[in-house]
């Protein structure tokens, strides 16, 4: 069965500085997607980073980057020069071609001024 | 201890009818959140329930509805069905105790409109 972990329930990080969250991820699948969500109080999910499996460059976007290693099925995301708007819960996902997704159990992140 | 359920995990309905999905949380968990997951829009927000009160509300139209009951159970309902709801749905419940919270996704339910 497919499985996502992610071994940090919460973590706490200064302004400005840079944190990584740790997620892995259990499948005998070669084609899928990889996903950062990141759910502020109001509940919404918003789409941080995804990557597909089949590539090897790891996704960059602005301040968020993945560190995709897929022989050791590890899918984590840094956070850069990080911002007081950054404090969220962050969920890590899988999803095969058959758009079956599996989250995480989340990250509660908080960003300290 | 059981995770998160849904039913029915598949369905299939025509243009403009209604259809109700409904959410069993993890045992001891109140609150209940419901998403709509497409390739082309990602995770949607629909709608949180707490302790039988929606508390959160996503920027979905009136069609979509939901309530929960006293044993945290939770139902979706959507009204007259579009094509554009053809979608995977899925539920989300958490404890929410002492400042914990961890969300426990189900497996959602695939709803196809045709």
């Known amino acids: 069965a497919q499985t996502v972990t992610q071994s940090q329930p919460e973590m706490s990080v200064q302004e400005a500085e840079t944190v990584t969250l740790s997620c892995t991820y259990d499948t005998s699948e070669n084609n899928y997607y990889l996903f950062w969500y990141k759910q502020p109080p109001s509940r919404q999910m918003i789409l941080v980073i995804r990557q597909e499996a089949y590539k090897q460059q790891n996704a960059t976007e602005n301040r968020f980057s993945v560190n995709f290693q897929k022989a050791a099925k590890s899918f984590s995301l840094k956070i850069s020069d990080s911002q007081l708007g950054d404090t969220a819960m962050y969920f890590c996902?899988?999803?095969?071609?058959?758009?079956?997704?599996?989250f995480g159990k989340g990250t509660r992140l908080h960003i300290l001024p | 201890k059981a995770g998160v359920t849904q039913t029915p995990r598949y369905l299939i309905k025509t243009r403009g009818q209604q259809v109700t999905l409904s959410c069993s949380p993890i045992s001891g968990h109140r609150s209940v959140s419901w998403y709509q997951q497409t390739p082309g829009q990602g995770l949607q927000f629909l709608f949180e329930y707490f302790s039988e009160t929606q508390r959160n509300k996503g920027n979905f139209p009136g069609r979509f509805s939901g309530r929960q009951f006293s044993n945290s159970r939770s139902e979706m309902n959507v009204s007259t069905l579009e094509l554009g709801d053809s979608a995977l749905y899925l539920c989300?419940?958490?404890?929410?105790?002492?400042?914990?919270?961890?969300?426990?996704f189900g497996p959602g339910t695939r709803l196809t409109v045709t």
């Open positions: 996902a899988f999803m095969n071609r058959d758009d079956k997704i599996i």
């Open positions: 989300a419940s958490s404890l929410e105790l002492a400042g914990t919270y961890e969300q426990y």
